[in-house]
Structure formats: structure tokens, C-alpha cells
């Protein structure tokens, strides 16, 4: 099993800004501020953690390739470890923006020695995440920041960080893999058959760090075969139903806005296994189908929203009676700010599940598409289900499916852009269940 690591010589997948940071650690030729740019679960954060801890750690050891590492033993490691440390500072949105008083906060401790280490080290997550107000006030501390503090960019998108930041920030880029090397690494490092790393890998929607924390964990997977299009759609809304009890058992261990927060960013991260597997499951039916029923796109449309609605409704009770609890340790004015940073979450955690979804079925027909052109099966993200795949591409119909990619792609950038959410899903379906006649052949 793979123990949560520290440690450069511990990241995956990403020689290439782990040879440039170790090399100006090697220098000690350290930057003011550094801009991580790659996508989601890439390793951004893993690695900004490793580079803090080399550079705080009590006792570095040298490694076989040359290098120093952290030792992952020392006071200064255990506590980035747990994000404890007192010189290294996360900053997190609060609801969906990094805010303007935050970074504020964060200018007054620039100025503080650091307490425990060498480097006062803020890491900023998601950088693309700061407003107007928040990176003129960042800019700002850039400007003026002492020796000795250090600022540590995460983003993914580079174009929501504002010309005037990222001039200033020496750049790392972190590219995302290929399924293939993402498997292959999973392969050695995970101690689980083949087809159940393939398995995982492909419900995680290839994310390599979400994969590796539901294959490093105790659980067991359940195959899930022969499932018709209802059955799976029962399944998937099932799973998606206990969502609002997973959280009120979990939430029910916050004792304070911090440690809630920390509760909800963490949630809000790893979407639990058989949720996964059943969306999987679910949109391999509509994707495989060669005509889906009639009334399908509403009805799911209409069954899914309900769904999220009552999920956000459960999170916001349990939210609501633990904000009510905590009347005696805050202020009022301060619990009424986080009530409403925590509202504006929970839209975002309902957001996410639709997004998924979507997703997930936009994977299945860039796979059709792939394989046509390339009959390549190590291009496939959903290779556990590669027979299915390459089965689809024999049919006659199977164009009309890769063309379902185009309306596909359209919608899902109308509804990041926010348009009615409802309207894009009922349409994508439509579009997707239309004009494709039964495969008599
Ligand atoms: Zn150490």
C-alpha cells in the first residue's frame, strides 16, 4: 500500500518540476514566488507540500540521485504533514473566491519571523481563485515581502491569474499524463490486480490522485456487471442519495470553523467509491445505447436534480445546526459571513455532481472517437471496458455516436459558462437517445 508521503523521491508522474525545484534547492538559488500551473490531481499541491518540507526540515537527507529530501521525521515535517506547521500557511477560497481580507491576514504574517523553520511559506490554492480585490492586495505583499517568505502559486488555468502576478512568479508546469503512464505507475507502486487498478483508474475519471487514495485504502470493489440502463440509473441515484448522510456522520466531528471547513474541503475533493463505480456503470449504458427511451432525458434530468436538491438540503440542516451550536465561540456577525461562505459551497458541491456526470459521459465518446481514429486501445481511459469500446466501433451506428461528441463539447462549455443546467442536460441526452435507429445487423 502507498503511505502518505512527504518526500519528493515519493511524487509520481512529475520528474519534471520535481528536477527543477530540487535543483534551485541543490543551488540554494530559492525564489520569491513560484506559480504551479497544471490540471486538477496532477500532484500541484503534493508538491508544493514536498518543496515547503525540504525547505523546513529540520534535518535534510540526501538521496541516491543527489539531492536533498525531507526526512519526514522531525517536528517541522509531522506538522506540514498534518498542515499544522506554523510557517506554512494555506490559502483556501472561502465559498468560491480567495478573498481580499484573506490575503490581508496573510500580509500581516509576512512580516512575523518565522516561528518554527527557516521560510515563512504561503501556499495559495487555487491561485486562479484570487478576485480583482485579492490579487491587487497579493500583488501588493509580492512587492514588499521580506527575505525569507515565500509564496507558492497554485493554478489551472493561467489566464485567470492577473499579467502583473505572474511576471513576477518563476513558472512550473506540471503536465497532466497519458492514461497509459498513469496506469503503468499505478500498476507498481499499488499492490492490486491489474484489472482492478484499470478498474478504479477509469471511475476516478482518470484523476490520478483520487485514484490513488480509493486504491490505497481497505476497500473492497464491487464488479458491477449486467446492470440495463434502469437498473443502473437506480443505482447511480441511490448512491447519489446517501451523499447527505455520508457528510452529517463526517461533519458530525467539527468542533470548529476550521476544522469544518477542513471537513467540507475534503469532502468536497473525494466522491466515494461505489458513487463513482454507479456513475460509471450508469453512463456506459447511455453512452452503449443505440437509442435511449423517449422520456429518459426528462425524467433523469428531473429525478437528478431532485436528487441534488435534497442532498443540498440535508448538508445545509446539519451545516445550520452546527453554526447554531457554535453561538458562544464566534461572533455573530462572523458566523453570518461563514454561513454564507458555506451556503455558497454547498451550491458548489451540487454544481460539481451535475458537472460530473457530465463528464463522465463526455470520457465514453472522446474513447469512441479515439479508438476510431487510432484503434489504439492504451489511448482509452475506460480500457476496463475496452471490449465495449471496440464492439461499438463495429456497428453501423457508431458514427452517429462520435458525432454526439461535438453537442457534447458545446453543451458542457455552455454549462460551465452557467446557462440553465437543466435545460443543457435534458438537451445533451436528447441528443445523445435521437435519430439513432436499432443496430439489426
Ligand atoms: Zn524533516
Known sequence: MVVASLKFQGVFLQDEPVRSLVNSLSKNKIFQTYLFLGSESVGKRRVAKAFAATLECLSP???????????????SCKRI???????????????????????????????????????RI????????????????????????????????????????????????????????????????????????????CMIYSACDGLFGMTLQHLSSQETFVQNQGKTLGESQVWYLSELGKIG???????????????????????????????????????????????????FPTLFTKYLFEKIDRMKLEIRHQINSFLAGQKENYSSSLLKVVGEQFQQMIEDLGNRHVLDFFQSLLFWHSDFFRFK???????????????????????????????????LLSNFDLFAHNVNPTLILEDTLMRIGENIPWDVA
Not at 489551472?156 to 502576478?165: G, Q
Not at 467539527?254 to 460509471?280: C, D, H, M
Not at 489504439?376 to 456497428?395: G, H, P, Q, W, Y
Request: net charge positive; with cysteine; glycine share 2%.
Open 245 to 295: 448522510a455520508e457528510f452529517q456522520n463526517l461533519f458530525s466531528h467539527a468542533n470548529s470553523l476550521e476544522f469544518a471547513q477542513k471537513i467540507f474541503e475534503g469532502f468536497k475533493s473525494v466522491s466515494p467509491i461505489t458513487l463513482l463505480l454507479a456513475r460509471k456503470a450508469f453512463t456506459r449504458e447511455i453512452a452503449l445505447s443505440p437509442f435511449l427511451p423517449a422520456a
Open 81 to 119: 504533514l498534518l498542515d499544522t506547521h506554523p510557517d506554512v500557511t494555506f490559502l483556501t477560497p472561502i465559498g468560491t473566491e480567495i478573498r481580499v481580507d484573506q490575503v490581508r491576514r496573510m500580509h500581516e504574517m509576512a512580516f512575523l519571523n518565522p516561528f518554527l523553520g527557516k521560510w
Open 61 to 75: 537527507q540526501p538521496t541516491n540521485e543527489g539531492f536533498w529530501d525531507c526526512c519526514e521525521k522531525c517536528l
Open 373 to 407: 481514429n487510432t484503434q489504439d486501445v492504451t489511448l482509452l481511459l475506460n480500457l476496463d471496458r475496452k471490449e465495449d469500446i471496440m464492439n461499438l466501433s463495429r456497428r453501423h451506428w457508431a458514427t452517429k455516436k462520435i458525432e454526439c461528441l461535438k453537442s
Open 122 to 197: 504561503f501556499i495559495i490554492d487555487p491561485a486562479d481563485r484570487l478576485n480583482e480585490f485579492s490579487s491587487n492586495s497579493l500583488l501588493k505583499i509580492l512587492e514588499e515581502a521580506p527575505p525569507r517568505v515565500l509564496f507558492i502559486l497554485l493554478a489551472k488555468n493561467p489566464d485567470r491569474i492577473v499579467n502583473t502576478i505572474k511576471s513576477r512568479a518563476v513558472k512550473i508546469y506540471f503536465r497532466s499524463p497519458s492514461h497509459q503512464s498513469a496506469r503503468d505507475t499505478l500498476y507498481k507502486i499499488i499492490n492490486r490486480p491489474p484489472d482492478e487498478i
